[in-house]
């Protein structure tokens, strides 16, 4: 008894391979990365595409099985990319209907969210969920994952990224800017600070620090006060919302949870509100099948599977209109 | 004498004597997660605009505590103590009638924020005490701007609705309703496009594509 689950929102085609138990089995994936400028959402679906069929090869000789022996396909249905999201879509609707098991669209953010809960073993833990498309704060409360903060224009991931092309650096750019800025002499330059109540805008801070490039600021330092701005506000919004829930747990997921300085500061947040500190394990943090396998696999215990003719993507998806079935 | 009241996320507030009165000293602590000249920055900013806040919303006719004296460079505010609980901790024990006529009357203070221009930037039910004489007393102005775009006017209805509905899920709806009836009665003539706005920034979607460049 296998799950497989399929990940396709961006730049990841992914295909992971849980057992009955939710273990990851295989973590296949193939990354798109765009030799210049962003991601543009049809060359991203032509590489998925392409390396969809090596990366189930890989998957299933990682776990070591064969097709037959899945007894469900989970695929991310939304939010993301329409072009990307349906290579995706397709793959599953063939295997879902070729081997006679049941296809489970699954939302692409409660995968990150139930995944890292798996690994954290937290109870009711206030989620932070910080990606290249998503910035949201979350719990779970009456089978339905409250929002209470998010970004009002856009995702943490995305402003780093967008930094990082900027600055000329390869895609992605958030893990050039962490290293980078790791280097700086440790000279704040004052930027733009945005937070409103438990949400976040991104987007004056990153015209801010792109216009100290064009004046000539030194790039590490700039980096340095990007992150240190950035993440401070972060950590503002989830001080403020833990102190409101109340809630004793913290828990960080998304591909931007593998940052260790962001880390480093929720950690001191956590303590600050007397809340355990927890983070998705940062080989799991970015986008990648396995989550979608594990999460397939919950919704499958709930008896929820998706029919062929409700298969079509929801690029808009929103985390909160996921009704949750287990607790 | 000096009690610990309470531990915000950003504040601590002592209960205090102070010339004889119980006053309740707002202390804007140092946060050891960011770096020492943004948090100079934050601290000192935010408890400016806090002073001055609370003073011009009582103006403007809403409750407020009383501002005693201010240290900016402690980033501390003496501030008049409010005997009440946190709305959050007593709306689900109040009747259906008195909450309606409670959020009623907190749209009422929000429009008269708004006419004054004072966006308060954090409204939920923390920052929200209830008396016992039935009144609401705002607090935690440190977020406030000044401003009349409606853009920003509805953001601040859109936080309140929001945590509403992820604190409050069970009642959120007739809360908010009362909310809107409260201040559409009192702003008057513009407050429809205000609540508009706050429709339009709920129904964005929030998943943003990366600009294609
Ligand atoms: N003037 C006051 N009188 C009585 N209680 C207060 C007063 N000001 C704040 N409090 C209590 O302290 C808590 C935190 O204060 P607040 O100003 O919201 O700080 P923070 O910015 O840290 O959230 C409030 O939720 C309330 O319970
Ligand atoms: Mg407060």
Redesign the interface.
């Known amino acids: 008894m296998f799950v497989l689950g399929i990940e396709s929102t961006a730049h990841t085609f992914g295909i992971g391979i849980v057992d009955a138990e939710g273990m990851t089995l295989a973590d296949a994936k193939s990354v798109y990365s765009p030799d210049e400028g962003g991601i543009h959402p049809r060359e991203a679906a032509e590489h998925h595409q392409e390396s969809c069929l090596l990366v189930l090869q890989k998957a299933l000789s990682q776990a070591s099985i064969s097709l037959p022996q899945l007894c469900a396909v989970a695929f991310s249905q939304g939010p993301g990319l329409p072009p990307a999201l349906r290579v995706g879509a397709v793959m599953a609707r063939g295997l879902a209907y070729s081997l006679k098991i049941p296809l489970i669209g699954v939302n692409h953010c409660l995968a990150h969210v139930e995944h890292a809960r798996y690994f954290s073993k937290a109870e009711r833990p206030l989620i932070v969920y910080l990606s290249g498309g998503n910035t949201q704060l979350t719990t779970l409360e009456e089978n339905r994952y409250r929002i209470f903060g998010e970004t009002l224009d856009i995702a943490l991931g995305n402003m780093l990224d967008m930094f990082g092309r900027a600055a000329k650096l390869k895609h992605p750019g958030g893990p050039k800017i962490e290293k980078l800025a790791r280097h700086a002499d440790g000279t704040y330059l004052s930027l733009p600070y945005t937070v409103k109540g438990m949400d976040l805008a991104f987007s004056g801070l990153l015209t801010a620090a792109k216009r100290l490039l064009k004046e000539g600021a030194d790039l590490k330092s700039v980096c340095y006060s990007l992150q240190e701005t950035a993440f401070s506000m972060v950590a503002e919004v989830v001080e403020r919302a833990l102190a409101h829930t109340q809630r004793t747990e913290l828990l960080v997921t998304g591909g931007v949870a593998a940052n260790n300085r962001l880390r480093e500061m929720l950690q001191i947040v956590a303590q600050n509100q007397s809340a355990c500190f927890a983070s998705v394990p940062p080989k799991h943090a970015g986008d990648n099948g396995a989550m979608i396998a594990y999460t397939g696999l919950l919704l499958q215990r709930g008896k929820i599977e998706t029919l062929l003719s409700a298969s079509r993507v929801q690029p808009k998806w929103r985390l909160d209109q996921v009704e949750i079935v287990w607790d | 004498m000096s009690v610990v009241l309470a ?4 504040a601590t507030l002592f209960l205090e004597q102070w010339y004889g009165m119980r006053v309740v000293r707002k202390h804007r602590i140092q ?5 020492e ?2 948090d100079k ?2 601290r000192r900013e935010r408890t400016i605009r806090e002073a001055r806040t609370i003073t011009a919303a009582k103006r403007a006719g809403v409750p407020t505590p009383i501002i005693f004296s201010v240290n900016v460079e402690a980033a501390t505010i003496i501030m008049e103590h409010i005997k009440a609980h946190r709305l ?1 901790e007593r709306i689900s024990v109040l009747s259906s009638n008195k909450r309606q006529r409670i959020f009623n009357q907190i749209g009422k203070s929000v429009a008269l924020l708004h006419q004054t221009h004072i966006c308060h ?4 039910t ?1 920052n929200l005490l209830l008396h016992a004489s039935g009144k609401i007393y705002f607090i935690d102005f440190g ?1 406030a701007t000044t401003t009349q775009s409606v853009e920003d006017l509805g ?1 601040d209805i859109h ?1 309140l609705r ?2 509403l ?3 409050h ?1 069970i009642f959120w709806e007739g809360c908010f309703n009362a909310f809107k009836t409260g201040y559409q009665n009192k702003y008057g003539i513009g407050a429809s496009r205000i609540l508009r706005k706050v429709e339009a920034i709920e129904s964005r ?9």
């Not at chain 2, 946060?31 to 770096?35: A, D, N, P, S």
């Not at chain 2, 930037?121 to 939920?124: I, K, P, Q, R, S």
């Not at chain 2, 979607?205 to 460049?213: L, N, Q, S």
């Open positions: 531990k915000g996320a950003e946060k050891r997660y960011r770096v000249s943004l920055r934050l959050k930037g954090d409204l939920t923390s977020l953001t936080l929001r945590a509905y992820s604190t899920h979607g929030r998943y943003i594509t990366e600009r294609i460049r």
